[in-house]
């Protein structure tokens, strides 16, 4: 596989955070990791034991600071190459010129974003899902991502899908079986069987690995809970009130707010994303009707919607278009701290709440806490789920694949061999083995410059 040239130099880069630390990290990888310790730090020290070394500058041998170095000899590396680091002092100015002076040795420039990594899977040392996972592990905010991203990252769905592919690959040498020895009817008929047993049992594993209800991607991308109701209703003043801070401009005017307002919580280690969206009526202009239509849009989509109700003036119907989402709706009963009763218009399976005095809103975030766990479960732990679009695709179009060659019993056994090669692709490309080049550049983009 080529690397379109990013293993020709050796890159360094600050892998540990900006600002102002006790310790800074920077990484050395290439062919002039080891020159770089020799002439800002030598002696180099044995490989992987740590040395105290004074830090120098490469060409005018000014002292930069002082700190722990560690060599790191390839192949057995995180990037299969010649590795190092510099453990110096957080200070920015320490940084600053440290990173100056490598760039004063030849062959040695800055990485580009997850150059690191990038180099770590055209070595052979990760593949692409391990990549993914790991890029998942450093964005991941709660305890389920941390769980689902390490899983992966670990090799854990490489795994499940490189023995998927491998059962593809001696399928589909059984098929080929039967068309070397398609004058021996009775050989080609049995090799052509067991392919097709083969491919019954993998088509039923893969169609229950993509009927996930796209738990993974939900787990990654967070749990959608989206504020409808009509204006006034107190959505943005609810949105504060779980955010705890002024996210939403709160006002008695009604369609205050036009545009969807979105924060991020974790409830129950599930990251959720919470949206204020416009307040449903009969639009008072252009900006207020496409606000109307982003809220339709959202509540579509959205994995819980909770329609909030104003106890002085309650409006239980949910509007037309509804419908599709009535089986995610929790209804809610807002500003009971004014109106202590609902006007004797009692409704079953409602959660009665005050944004403003907070009363209520431990059983509301109970009630999302619990469709959240209803819809995910509440261990994510062993469970291999897809995380990505890109991992849904490749593996949707080998499921097409296997499905066409056990439906084409009555077509050329040189053609349900292709179908087999196909299915076999396809999974290839989830974990890099084939033709994965156009998406090396927007997986490993995602990753900081020291990653």
Same mark, same amino acid.
């Given at each position: 596989?080529?690397?379109?040239?990013?293993?020709?130099?050796?890159?360094?880069?600050?892998?540990?955070?900006?600002?102002?630390?006790?310790?800074?990290?920077?990484?050395?990888?290439?062919?002039?990791?080891?020159?770089?310790?020799?002439?800002?730090?030598?002696?180099?020290?044995?490989?992987?034991?740590?040395?105290?070394?004074?830090?120098?500058?490469?060409?005018?041998?000014?002292?930069?600071?002082?700190?722990?170095?560690?060599?790191?000899?390839?192949?057995?590396?995180?990037?299969?190459?010649?590795?190092?680091?510099?453990?110096?002092?957080?200070?920015?100015?320490?940084?600053?010129?440290?990173?100056?002076?490598?760039?004063?040795?030849?062959?040695?420039?800055?990485?580009?974003?997850?150059?690191?990594?990038?180099?770590?899977?055209l070595n052979g040392?990760?593949?692409?899902?391990?990549?993914?996972?790991?890029?998942?592990?450093?964005?991941?905010?709660?305890?389920?991502?941390?769980?689902? &991203? *390490? =899983? $992966?990252?670990?090799? %854990?769905?490489?795994?499940?899908?490189? @023995?998927?592919?491998?059962?593809? #690959?001696?399928? +589909?040498?059984?098929?080929?079986?039967?068309?070397?020895?398609?004058?021996e009817g009775d050989?080609?008929?049995?090799?052509?069987?067991?392919?097709?047993?083969?491919?019954?049992?993998?088509?039923?594993?893969?169609?229950?690995?993509?009927?996930?209800?796209?738990?993974?991607?939900?787990?990654?991308?967070?749990?959608?809970?989206?504020?409808?109701?009509?204006?006034?209703?107190?959505?943005?003043?609810?949105?504060? &009130? *779980? =955010? $705890?801070?002024?996210? %939403?401009?709160?006002?008695?005017?009604? @369609?205050?707010?036009?545009?969807? #307002?979105?924060? +991020?919580?974790?409830?129950?280690?599930?990251?959720?994303?919470?949206?204020?969206?416009?307040?449903?009526?009969?639009?008072?202009?252009?900006?207020?009707?496409?606000?109307?239509?982003?809220?339709?849009?959202?509540?579509?989509?959205?994995?819980?919607?909770?329609?909030?109700?104003?106890?002085?003036?309650?409006?239980?119907?949910?509007?037309?278009?509804?419908?599709?989402?009535?089986?995610?709706?929790?209804?809610?009963?807002?500003?009971?701290?004014?109106?202590?009763?609902?006007?004797?218009?009692?409704?079953?399976?409602?959660?009665?709440?005050?944004?403003?005095?907070?009363?209520?809103?431990?059983?509301?975030?109970?009630?999302?806490?619990?469709?959240?766990?209803?819809?995910?479960?509440?261990?994510?732990?062993?469970?291999?789920?897809?995380?990505?679009?890109?991992?849904?695709?490749?593996?949707?179009?080998?499921?097409?694949?296997?499905?066409?060659?056990?439906?084409?019993?009555q077509m050329d056994?040189?053609?349900?061999?292709?179908?087999?090669?196909?299915?076999?692709?396809?999974?290839?490309?989830?974990?890099?083995?084939?033709?994965?080049?156009?998406?090396?550049?927007?997986?490993?983009?995602?990753?900081?410059?020291?990653?």
């Open positions: 596989m080529s690397d379109g040239g990013f293993a020709d130099a050796t890159i360094y880069a600050l892998s540990s955070a900006t600002g102002r630390a006790g310790v800074a990290v920077i990484r050395v990888a290439g062919p002039q990791a080891g020159t770089v310790v020799d002439r800002m730090a030598g002696p180099r020290p044995q490989p992987r034991y740590a040395a105290f070394r004074r830090v120098r500058h490469p060409v005018t041998g000014e002292i930069l600071d002082e700190a722990l170095v560690l060599w790191l000899s390839g192949p057995k590396t995180e990037t299969g190459e010649d590795m190092a680091e510099l453990q110096i002092h957080g200070g920015s100015a320490v940084i600053r010129a440290v990173l100056q002076a490598l760039s004063c040795i030849d062959g040695c420039r800055l990485a580009e974003p997850g150059e690191f990594a990038r180099r770590a899977f040392r990760m593949d692409l899902t391990a990549a993914e996972g790991l890029a998942d592990l450093i964005d991941a905010e709660t305890e389920a991502q941390r769980r689902q &991203a *390490l =899983a $992966q990252a670990g090799g %854990a769905l490489a795994k499940l899908y490189d @023995g998927w592919r491998g059962r593809l #690959l001696t399928a +589909r040498g059984l098929a080929e079986a039967a068309i070397d020895f398609s004058d050989v080609a008929a049995d090799a052509l069987a067991r392919a097709r047993m083969e491919a019954r049992r993998l088509l039923a594993e893969l169609d229950a690995h993509l009927n996930d209800g796209h738990r993974g991607e939900i787990v990654r991308d967070g749990f959608r809970v989206v504020l409808a109701g009509p204006p006034n209703s107190g959505k943005s003043s609810l949105l504060n &009130a *779980l =955010a $705890q801070r002024d996210v %939403a401009i709160v006002s008695p005017e009604a @369609g205050t707010t036009r545009d969807v #307002l979105e924060v +991020r919580l974790d409830l129950g280690g599930y990251a959720v994303i919470l949206a204020d969206t416009a307040g449903l009526r009969e639009a008072q202009g252009l900006v207020e009707r496409e606000g109307i239509r982003r809220t339709l849009g959202r509540v579509k989509d959205a994995d819980l919607v909770v329609w909030l109700v104003d106890a002085t003036e309650p409006v239980w119907e949910l509007p037309e278009g509804f419908g599709v989402v009535a089986d995610r709706v929790q209804v809610v009963l807002n500003k009971i701290d004014i109106a202590r009763n609902d006007g004797g218009q009692q409704r079953a399976g409602y959660i009665s709440i005050s944004a403003v005095t907070g009363e209520g809103l431990p059983a509301l975030v109970a009630c999302l806490t619990q469709a959240v766990m209803a819809r995910l479960g509440r261990d994510g732990a062993g469970q291999l789920l897809l995380t990505q679009e890109r991992h849904r695709v490749a593996i949707e179009q080998g499921r097409q694949a296997l499905a066409r060659f056990l439906d084409g019993a056994v040189e053609l349900q061999a292709e179908e087999l090669r196909i299915a076999a692709d396809a999974l290839g490309r989830v974990i890099g083995r084939v033709g994965v080049e156009d998406v090396l550049g927007e997986i490993f983009g995602r990753f900081c410059i020291g990653k």
